[in-house]
């Protein structure tokens, strides 16, 4: 009797061990939810919802965006950290949870590193030190030495820490004393700045070229570690000021929970791949400001990990004490 009940529990066992393993193969075989923690219309959005309509084509099931804004992104991904690792959650993030939170909040939900599975890089967000052209600078060095030279007179001004960091860095490395300034938004910084009440700035190329077109705002310098292909004739702020491991930029990129399968993994990755160095994908990408990254899980890792360093070194360099 004894032997009967347990050849049953083991031919049970064996049957949801190949059972398992026959969904992973047919992955995936329905709807697959990706979240994201910034509204409608942000960036992250776009590329989520392109990104979602192209892997519905490649995979043959919906890839459903659901918006979930909040405490900093902290909601979306505290929801797929808790999430079956079946590939049916998934997170399209940024800097802002897995390279900024950490070191900004003495408190998260969750740990960038150990509770996700990196899948791939998708885009990368440059950002931009600028000015109010009004001021009579047209290089990072010049606007350093006119800063210094104008103390207690200057201000900058910023809409989310993610540039309030890279500012901030900038203003106590060059010893330049400014007064930040908080704003709602970037928008709101952006138009205090064009209106001389604050006289500098980090902030996305998307956003303020218009700005810049124009000739109110005036683009000094990249943020990041190289120059862009969306401003080529920009330096970076390393190679004009000289400060070292100044990779302060936005990336996107999609995760899913801790021990997502690898098959599931390698699938996910390589129609990302294919479908972000498709021509067409890449021009739209362009024409949105938003340089294309695709990249494999190990490479995408290798990134995140190193960004998670590289934030936290500028953050503690600005002064900025976690809250």
Request: aromatic share 8%.
């Amino acid at each position: 009797m004894m032997d009967t009940m347990l050849i049953r529990a083991f031919t049970l066992a064996l049957a949801l061990v190949i059972g398992h393993a026959v969904a992973q193969d047919n992955y995936p075989s329905r709807p697959v939810k990706i979240v994201i923690g910034f509204g409608p219309g942000s960036g992250t959005d776009l590329v989520a919802r392109m990104l979602a309509e192209e892997l519905q084509k490649a995979l043959g099931q919906p890839f459903i965006v659901e918006n979930k804004p909040g405490a900093a992104a902290q909601i979306a991904a505290n929801q797929v950290k808790n999430a079956p690792p079946d590939g049916y959650t998934l997170l399209i993030t940024s800097n802002t949870t897995h390279s900024v939170n950490p070191h900004i909040y003495k408190k998260l939900p969750y740990d960038p590193i150990a509770d996700f599975t990196p899948i791939g890089g998708i885009g990368y967000f440059p950002f931009i030190l600028a000015v109010d052209a009004k001021i009579p600078v047209k290089t990072p060095q010049e606007f350093v030495t006119w800063a210094r030279a104008n103390k207690g007179k200057v201000f900058y001004a910023y809409g989310t820490p993610t540039v309030q960091i890279p500012a901030e860095a900038i203003n106590k490395i060059e010893k330049l004393e400014a007064t930040g300034v908080p704003y709602k938004s970037s928008p709101d910084a952006m138009m205090d700045v064009i209106g001389g009440r604050a006289q500098f700035m980090v902030v996305d190329l998307a956003s303020s070229q218009p700005q810049v077109k124009a000739g109110k705002l005036r683009a000094l310098a990249m943020t990041g570690a190289k120059r862009t292909s969306l401003a080529p004739d920009l330096p970076t702020v390393e190679e004009t000021l000289g400060i070292k491991d100044f990779d302060l930029a936005a990336w996107t990129g999609l995760f899913g929970p801790a021990n997502l399968p690898k098959n599931i993994v390698d699938k996910l990755s390589t129609a990302m791949q294919t479908i972000l160095n498709r021509p067409d994908v890449r021009e739209k990408m362009l024409a949105n400001f938003i340089e294309p990254t695709p990249s494999d899980p190990a490479a995408f890792r290798a990134m995140v990990v190193k960004q998670l360093d590289v934030w936290g070194g500028k953050v503690k360099a600005a002064g900025i004490e976690p809250e």
